[in-house]
C-alpha cells in the first residue's frame, strides 16, 4: 500500500475560508505535502471526500485525563480515544491533584512516560503550579503552567500571593493558564446560599480574573491564559489586556441554569452554569481571538452524585461547534480558528492547527448534513455519561486521520495506544 494518500474532491475549511482543493499526504512522515486545486492520484491511495469538509483535527487545550491519579474515571487511553471519536487529534493535559500531584519534576516525568504508552491522540501534559514549587515549577520545561486560584482540596492551589511570584518565575513567553474563581467571594456566599451556582457566582469568576489580569500586567510581558470563562465581562477584561488569551467551553454555551432541572447534580461544575441572559451574551462574545476547551472533567455518576464537579467534554466539542455552524451561530472559518488554529498558536503546537503544506496531517472528514444524536455510548469516555446525551446535531464525523493515518472510522477508534505523540 502507498504511504501517500490523496483526499480528492472535498472542501478544505482555514480560518481564511472554505475551498475546494485535493490534499496530498505523505503517511509516513505524517505531513501534508501539497495543496491544489487538483492533484493526479496516481501511484496514491485516494480518498473520495466529495460532498464532504476536511477540517483541521481539533486541538483541545484543556483536559483532565486523570491518569494516574484516577483511573477509574478515565486514563489516557480512554480519554484520547474520545478525543478522536470527537475529532479532536491533539490535547493538553491538566495536571493531577493528587498520587501524585504534578506539582512535582518526578510525577511530571512519572506522568509523561505513562501518556507515551497509552495515549492515542497527541498531546502535551500540563505542569500544576502549588503554593511553594515556583522554582521547580520555572524549570520544569513544560508548554504550560496551570493554576487554579480556586479551592481544590489538594496541592494544586494557589493564593494571589503565589500566583504572583509564579507570574514572576515562569517563562514569560510560555502561558500561565488561570482557574479563576475567588475564594473569599465563595466563603461569604456559602454562608447565605445553599445552592452551588449562587455560591459561586459570576461576580466570583469576575473578581478572580481581574485581579489575575492585574498581577500579569505586573509582570512584565507575562503570557495569560484565562481558562473556562462564563461571562462577557470576562471576555472583555481579557481583550483588554496585551498579553492575554481565553477559553470557553462549549457547555456554557449550550447549557444554562434551565437545563438543571433535567441533569440535576449531573449538571454541577465549575464555574457552575450561568443564566440563559448570560449564556447568550457569552456566545455574542464570541470572535476571532475566542479559543473552545472542553475542560473535560470526568467523574463517575456515583461520584456526581456525593457532590462532584466537572462535565466531560472532549468528545463532545467539536460535534457541538459543528452544530452551531448548522445553526449559523458561527462560520466555519471561525471555527476553525477557534477549535484548531487559536489553540495551536497559543501553545506552541507549531505543526498543529491547520491544514497547511507542511504541517501535520490531522484531518477531520465531515458531513454537515448528516444528522447524529450524542450518547455516551459513541462519545467513548470511561465515565460513561455526557451531559449532552440525546440531543441531536447536525455534521457527523466521517473519518479521523492523526498525522495521515486513519485514527477513527467514524464508527471505532483504530489508533492505538501509543499512536500519540508528545508536541514539543
Ligand atoms: O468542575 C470542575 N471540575 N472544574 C474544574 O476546574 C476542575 C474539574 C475537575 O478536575 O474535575
Ligand atoms: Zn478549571
Ligand atoms: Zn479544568
New binding site residues.
Given amino acids: 500500500m502507498s504511504q501517500f494518500l490523496v483526499f480528492k474532491g472535498g472542501k478544505i475549511v482555514t480560518p481564511q475560508g472554505v475551498r475546494r482543493a485535493d490534499v496530498l499526504v505523505d503517511s509516513k512522515s505524517g505531513k501534508v505535502l501539497r495543496i491544489s486545486s487538483h492533484i493526479l492520484s496516481k501511484g496514491a491511495r485516494a480518498i473520495n471526500c466529495a460532498g464532504l469538509l476536511l477540517l483541521p483535527g481539533a486541538v483541545d487545550p484543556h483536559v483532565?485525563l486523570r491518569d494516574p491519579e484516577d483511573t477509574s474515571k478515565e486514563d489516557f487511553s480512554t480519554g484520547t480515544a474520545s478525543a478522536l471519536a470527537g475529532g479532536v487529534t491533539t490535547v493538553i493535559d491538566?495536571p493531577c491533584?493528587r498520587n501524585p500531584a504534578t506539582t512535582s519534576l518526578s510525577a511530571y516525568n512519572r506522568k509523561r512516560a505513562i501518556a507515551k504508552k497509552k495515549c492515542r491522540c497527541d498531546y502535551q501534559i500540563r505542569f500544576g503550579a502549588s503554593e511553594k514549587n515556583q522554582r521547580e515549577a520555572a524549570k520544569c520545561g513544560a508548554h504550560s503552567l496551570k493554576i487554579?486560584l480556586t479551592d481544590t482540596n489538594s496541592e494544586l492551589s494557589c493564593s494571589y500571593a503565589a500566583a504572583a511570584r509564579h507570574f514572576a518565575a515562569f517563562p514569560k513567553e510560555k502561558p500561565i493558564c488561570i482557574?479563576a474563581e475567588d475564594n473569599a467571594r465563595i466563603a461569604e456566599r456559602k454562608l447565605r446560599y445553599f445552592e452551588h451556582e449562587k455560591v459561586r457566582d459570576k461576580v466570583a469568576a469576575q473578581i478572580a480574573c481581574q485581579k489575575a489580569l492585574k498581577l500579569a500586567a505586573r509582570a512584565g510581558k507575562r503570557r495569560i491564559h484565562m481558562?473556562?470563562l462564563t461571562t462577557g465581562k470576562e471576555v472583555d477584561m481579557c481583550r483588554k489586556h496585551p498579553n492575554a488569551t481565553y477559553e470557553i467551553n462549549p457547555a456554557h454555551l449550550h447549557l444554562c441554569i434551565d437545563d438543571l432541572v433535567d441533569l440535576g447534580f449531573l449538571g454541577?461544575?465549575?464555574p457552575p452554569l450561568r443564566d440563559r441572559t448570560e449564556m447568550t451574551r457569552l456566545w455574542r462574545k464570541i470572535g476571532d481571538d475566542t479559543m473552545m476547551a472542553s475542560?473535560h472533567?470526568p467523574?463517575l455518576p456515583g461520584q456526581k452524585k456525593f457532590g462532584?464537579?466537572?462535565?466531560p467534554g472532549v468528545g463532545t466539542l467539536l460535534p457541538l461547534m459543528l452544530q452551531a455552524v448548522h445553526a449559523r451561530k458561527i462560520t466555519l472559518p471561525r471555527l476553525a480558528r477557534i477549535c484548531s488554529y487559536n489553540a495551536a498558536q497559543a501553545f506552541s503546537l507549531s505543526s498543529k492547527g491547520e491544514i497547511a503544506e507542511g504541517k501535520d496531517a490531522d484531518i477531520v472528514l465531515v458531513d454537515l448534513h448528516k444528522k447524529w444524536r450524542i450518547s455516551a455510548k459513541n462519545r467513548l469516555s470511561k465515565c460513561k455519561w455526557t451531559p449532552f446525551e440525546g440531543t441531536e446535531v447536525h455534521g457527523k464525523i466521517e473519518e479521523v486521520y492523526l498525522r495521515g493515518k486513519l485514527a477513527y472510522d467514524g464508527k471505532k477508534v483504530l489508533a492505538k495506544k501509543g499512536a500519540g505523540k508528545e508536541v514539543k
Fill in positions: 483532565h491538566m491533584y487554579f482557574h481558562c473556562h454541577k461544575v465549575n475542560d472533567a467523574h462532584a464537579s466537572g462535565l
